[in-house]
């Protein structure tokens, strides 16, 4: 073997050893009364998970497992499709430290107009249930305020200023009123869901929550200084088809 490449053999072995571990983590399901959940909405709930679990990583102790309890609700006289909720020890550092409590509560007032499929082309007559739980994990993962601290200091909120996250890095418009969703309409965390819509998890997403908690996204999300640009896009084309 030329001389050059055992060289950058041992360097880059030297790197792997150096480097900090990645562990996965798990979300496991909780069915409060598992027999109100069909098996395709429980498949759906897999899926979701998957997603998010398939897309981050952390560098720091084991794996960590988070569970999440799934209730059915009725509240005809609310907007909300789903709702991630908290409770336990809060406030706590991490999504997955010991005692935190997990819940997300799907509102069935909207159940006939829930499409708990995987079809590749959502139904257009009705609200994407992935779309939903893949939201709704996002909060859990940590799209909120409050709840994660770091000595005393909110992991999330500490990077938003005049209602834009990381100005100057991811610079991430959010939304003025709670400042726990992007003021992004295509992107999954935007607060609002039009039927017939699926929503993937995006780089933003993946970023925003790798600088707030440390996460190390596994799949691949364009440069800080890049995002902007894909925020800007992504505003122009909503206004277009608004005009539209």
Known sequence: MPKSLTTA?????????????LHAFTITPVYAIPEAW????????????SDWTGSLAFNNGNQQNININFYR??????AFLANWQFGG??????????????????NDAFAPLFSANLDPTPDPNAYDFLTIIRHELGHA??????????????RWTSHITDYVFDPGGLNVPMRQIDGIHVDLPD???YYQLPKGIRKDISPTDLAMLSLAYGFT????????????????????????????
Do not use: K, W
């Not at 069909?38 to 759906?44: R, T």
């Not at 430290?97 to 819940?103: A, D, F, K, N, R």
């Open 187 to 189: 992107d999954l965390m």
């Open 73 to 78: 609700v009725t509240a005809p006289t609310s």
């Open 217 to 244: 996204p596994l799949v691949p999300i364009p440069e800080p200084a890049s995002l902007p640009l894909l925020a800007a896009a992504t505003l122009l084309l909503t206004r277009r088809r608004a005009r539209g």
């Open 38 to 49: 069909s098996a395709q909405e429980q498949a759906v709930i897999g899926r979701a998970i």
């Open 141 to 154: 993962l940590g799209f909120t305020d409050r709840i994660y601290l770091d000595n005393g200091t909110d």
């Open 89 to 106: 020890v809060v406030p706590t550092s991490y999504p997955y430290s010991p005692g935190i409590v997990h819940s997300v509560y799907v």
């Open 9 to 21: 053999a041992m360097l880059l072995a030297l790197a792997t050893a150096c480097a900090p571990a």
